[in-house]
Nanobody, 124 residues
């Protein structure tokens, strides 16, 4: 199983970025997929996730209304559209897959596979 995240970069406050995660070696549509982020000196935190059980996507309160997660089952891709970016969004962003369940959970320890991370830097 491989997850390859891309799309990070440097953007000004208020700007937008779209992250992509390419998944291979798994039946993509069966498993909950999520984005996490980790800022320097902080713990990894949940950002957004796709439920495979039919529920709505899940978002951290800090990104609700600004970020949108989506998936393309045919291409085995997960995306994170990030709008109205703030300096506090600066972090390394990781995509992750949970092979144990179809419903998103928020704890990073529950996820089995991780991408390598892509750096997002938001300047003020």
């Amino acid at each position: 199983v491989q997850l390859q995240a891309s799309g990070g970069g440097l953007v000004q406050s208020g700007g937008s970025l779209r992250l992509s995660c390419a998944a291979s070696g798994l039946t993509f549509s069966r498993y909950a997929m999520a984005w996490f982020r980790q800022a320097p000196g902080k713990e990894r935190e949940f950002v957004a996730g796709i439920n495979r059980s039919g529920g709505s996507p899940a978002y951290a309160d800090s990104v609700k209304g600004r970020f949108t997660i989506s998936g393309d089952n045919a291409r085995n891709m997960v995306y994170l559209q990030m709008n109205s970016l703030k300096p506090e969004d600066t972090a390394v962003y990781y995509c992750a897959a949970d092979f144990n369940r179809r419903t998103v959970v928020y704890g990073s320890s529950e996820y089995n596979y991780w991408g390598q991370g892509t750096l997002v830097t938001v300047s003020s």
